[in-house]
């Protein structure tokens, strides 16, 4: 095996990892209590799991299903296919997940461009669509006949007119490039630190203070379309409160379930490929060590690359 570089730091598995780490998955073969499934991953099929759990529990469903295009997840393939079929497919796979959400929960759904259609229709018939969330992904390689595809979309939905939303938990600490001041010279609507000039502005509906996990980072892993535990953040803390329980049935390798830990909140992960699971299990598990998220600290999100040394070094 070719010897990794000395920064990377990808979670990966031994076979006697997965082996252990398998032991603590669910499978469901009878209706299950809450407490049964409670901060636990589910390895098996969505509809199959979803038929065994209970009703009304969820505060948070965020939802990451596979977007329509061609992919490959492990051992498993994803073909693209008409608006129409991939319309379907979301029916298929969300409809029967609806019935275990609370009337004051939030649905977020993750999309591309291929998929947008299919997701706004889906979303209006069932749903009240919010907002939409656009965040750039700044990875890949450019296209030599087009322009390069590098944003996603988020869909904020929810059950009714009563629900969570906490503004001031997802604020974003920016860097001020134009330092304004009163008529008596103290700072108009930014803060003077000894790292820098900075101001906390409110949370928008464009994202772009998001990294794509790479090799160097410790949340990496080796899932192809992983998405930021910062990303969860914002979306944990911005609709649900402390001990809510978030259900993520597209869990992949845990994104969800290891923000939602590190974050206070409870979780149960739906994840039908058993690698991808014991993954998720893994970092868990090393939540207890290490609860920081990159871009995270002091109760505000750090513009992309600007948090300093000292702050980000620090497990607070």
């Known amino acids: 095996?070719?010897?990794?570089?000395?920064?990377?730091?990808?979670?990966?598995?031994?076979?006697?990892?997965?082996?252990?780490?398998?032991?603590?998955?669910?499978?469901?073969?009878?209706?299950?209590?809450?407490?049964?499934?409670?901060n636990h991953i589910i390895c098996q099929d969505i509809n199959t799991a979803a038929a065994y759990l209970p009703e009304g529990f969820a505060d948070l469903l965020f939802l990451d299903p596979p977007y329509?295009?061609?992919k490959t997840f492990n051992e498993t393939k994803f073909a693209k296919r008409t608006q129409l079929d991939y319309l379907a497919l979301l029916e298929?796979?969300?409809?029967?997940?609806?019935?275990?959400?609370?009337?004051?929960?939030?649905?977020?759904?993750?999309?591309?461009?291929?998929?947008?259609?299919a997701a706004q229709f889906f979303l209006e018939k069932h749903l009240i669509i919010r907002n939409?969330?656009?965040?750039?992904?700044?990875?890949?390689?450019?296209?030599?006949?087009?322009?390069?595809?590098?944003?996603?979309d988020i869909w904020f939905c929810t059950v009714s007119n009563n629900y969570t939303f906490n503004p001031d938990a997802v604020k974003l600490k920016r860097k001020v490039i134009a330092p304004y001041t009163h008529n008596n010279g103290k700072p108009k609507d930014w803060q003077q630190e000894t790292q820098g000039d900075f101001r906390l502005t409110a949370a928008s509906n464009l994202w772009t203070d998001l990294t794509v996990?790479?090799?160097?980072?410790?949340?990496?892993?080796?899932?192809?379309?992983?998405?930021p535990e910062k990303l969860l953040a914002k979306i944990i803390l911005a609709s649900t409160n402390t001990g809510d329980v978030i259900l993520d049935p597209f869990a992949g390798s845990?994104?969800?379930?290891?923000?939602?830990?590190?974050?206070?909140?409870?979780?149960?992960?739906?994840?039908?490929?058993?690698?991808?699971?014991?993954?998720?299990?893994?970092?868990?598990?090393?939540?207890?060590?290490?609860?920081?998220?990159?871009?995270?600290?002091?109760?505000?999100?750090?513009?992309?690359?600007t948090m300093p040394a000292n702050a980000r070094n620090s497990k607070k």
């Open 1 to 38: 095996m070719k010897p990794r570089a000395p920064r990377n730091q990808t979670i990966t598995l031994s076979a006697q990892e997965q082996d252990h780490l398998a032991d603590g998955l669910l499978v469901l073969d009878r209706p299950a209590g809450l407490q049964q499934i409670l």
């Open 68 to 70: 329509n295009l061609n």
């Open 92 to 117: 298929a796979w969300i409809l029967p997940l609806l019935r275990l959400l609370k009337p004051t929960a939030s649905v977020y759904l993750c999309s591309d461009w291929n998929a947008c259609g």
């Open 132 to 152: 939409r969330i656009t965040w750039e992904r700044e990875k890949g390689r450019g296209a030599k006949a087009n322009w390069k595809n590098c944003s996603e």
């Open 213 to 227: 996990p790479f090799w160097s980072m410790p949340e990496n892993t080796v899932h192809p379309t992983q998405k």
């Open 254 to 305: 845990g994104s969800t379930c290891t923000a939602a830990k590190k974050l206070g909140r409870n979780y149960i992960g739906i994840e039908i490929d058993k690698t991808y699971a014991c993954l998720a299990e893994k970092r868990i598990q090393l939540a207890d060590s290490d609860p920081a998220i990159q871009g995270y600290r002091d109760g505000v999100f750090w513009e992309r690359n």
